[in-house]
């Protein structure tokens, strides 16, 4: 499960993006109202966790936003205003929970559980398939044909975006962004190196490669060759 934390309290939102981890889910952070709306109208999460107050948009403002863009992704509104007037007024601005602060982890998670097996099959795809290649989000587990593939927690999260995006062009900064949370170049070769031992993983003892590298571009994961126009470096 992905999951966007809109939460201007930094180590609050820390301490959820570490809990979610643990727990098998992917938890990218904004820490204000804008940047959250931003985050979560460009791209695709299973569930919204928004922190009522925030700064330069306050969290039921970002919900009504998304909510008239026609965006139906479940949002829970995490807040210390805890009467019922407030919990109504959160739940008719859009939100499809509320939990008030302080909580336990254990509730948000459940909360969360609930809401994105509330979501229709076609909008909470759990399972990816490229040719005989599966990974099951929920089970947190990945297999080619009958082998299991043991996947250390970076290469799960960077082989389940790179099957998110199956078929298109992924760019060293999507990579970046969205699996290392880095928003600038660190000038290191981690993205290589964990490529390289993920193409290791999926490929080894098996005769069609799945991962490919297009040169002046970034990756490519599809069954077969990619497309005609897209020069490929085998083997990189």
């Known amino acids: 499960m992905r999951i966007l934390i809109i939460e201007d309290d930094r180590e609050a939102a820390r301490y959820l993006e570490k809990a979610f981890a643990e727990a098998g889910h992917i938890a990218d952070i904004a820490g204000d109202g804008e940047a959250g709306y931003t985050l979560a109208e460009n791209n695709h999460y299973d569930v919204l966790i928004i922190d009522r107050m925030l700064p330069k948009r306050d969290g039921l403002s970002v919900i009504a936003g998304l909510r008239?863009?026609?965006q139906t992704t479940p949002a829970l509104i995490l807040s210390a205003l805890g009467q019922v007037d407030d919990r109504v007024t959160g739940l008719r601005a859009g939100g499809d929970d509320y939990l008030t602060k302080p909580y336990a982890f254990s509730e948000l998670l459940a909360r969360v559980e609930v809401l994105q097996r509330r979501v229709s099959p076609k909008e909470a795809d759990t399972v990816y398939r490229v040719g005989d290649l599966e990974l099951d989000r929920l089970s947190h587990t990945a297999r080619?044909?009958?082998?299991d593939i043991n996947l250390?927690?970076?290469?799960?999260?960077?082989l389940e975006y790179l099957m998110r995006h199956a078929g298109q062009v992924v760019t060293r900064t999507m990579l970046l962004e969205?699996?290392?949370?880095y928003h600038f170049d660190p000038q290191t070769n981690v993205i290589d190196v964990h490529i390289s031992r993920l193409r290791s993983k999926i490929e080894k003892d098996f005769d069609e490669p799945l991962l490919h590298t297009v040169r002046g571009a970034g990756y490519m994961l599809k069954a077969g060759s990619p497309a005609a126009k897209a020069k490929t470096a085998d083997g990189q």
């Not at 250390?152 to 960077?158: D, I, W, Y």
């Not at 969205?178 to 949370?181: H, L, M, R, S």
């Open 178 to 181: 969205n699996v290392w949370d």
């Open 144 to 147: 080619r044909a009958d082998t």
């Open 68 to 70: 008239a863009q026609g």
């Open 152 to 158: 250390q927690p970076r290469e799960f999260r960077l």
